[in-house]
């Protein structure tokens, strides 16, 4: 991690920082929060605008009183970077919880929210992104507010660890015999050339990398379908693929014993990622990065 974070406003270090976590957090003790995880490429962040979008709405849903505008968060989290000279990959993470009282499930409606920001170096994962991943098939226990970025992370924490003892880098969600998502990702499938996935309501976290690869499949001209996936399509599917902000466009090549293409990365993935690759480098330009 980074030597400095932002602590409410302050940038700190992360020495001065750790004294004063309070014990009545409600984020501490309820997991009463939400975050964003976004991407820092050479140090500028990617999709900044949806993402802090995403931010606004999960604590307006949660009617937690944001303690910055929009503008004052961009400041903060530019100076951030700065401080820290961060010029790398990375991911900068935003947690803002409901604020401090004494513990009472019951919240008052004027607290001050507790906010910090950190940067975590984080280059881009080549190996999984060129060979793919394993994934399995796990029951979704989640609440009906997948939508909600909230700190509550129970179900995907004891998902992803099961997967990882599985030998597989996510759980893929079926809810009521419906494929929804990853502990950590979204899930895509291509069938007969549509790429296909789930829509964007209240049972998955609609992923900004899911809004930005739906474009670029518009832009290819790709058929796309957002509509619920079966259980049983995954068996036939063509391709399948994850995203997420840290690792893109990931390529599913397993799902428990089932073996997706042969193993083999598919044609229209290759050609998603290299859009996804192709948009970063327009941008990197647009921002000055190159
Ligand atoms: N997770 N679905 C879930 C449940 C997620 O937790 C995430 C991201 C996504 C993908 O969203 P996006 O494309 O906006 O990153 C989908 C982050 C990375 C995390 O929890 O660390």
Redesign the pocket.
Known sequence: MEKYILWNGDILTKEEKDSFVSFEDRGYQFGDGVYE?IRLYKGMAHLLGP?LE?LFRSMKELEIVSPFTKEQLIDQLEKLIAKNHFDEDGNLYIQVTRGIQPRNHVYERDLTAVYFAKIDQFPKPLDLMQNGVHVTVMEDIRWLR?DI?SLN?LP?VMAKASAQRKGCYEPLFVRDDIVR??????FFLIKDGVLITHPANNL??N????MHVLQLAKELTIPVEEREIAREELYTADECFL????IEIVPITAIDDHIVNGGEVGEITRKLQAAYEQSLTEWKHEVGLV
């Open positions: 995880v993402h995403r997948c970025k992370l995907n998502e990853c502990g950590s990702a979204n998955i976290l992923g900004i990398t899911r995203t997420a902000t840290p």
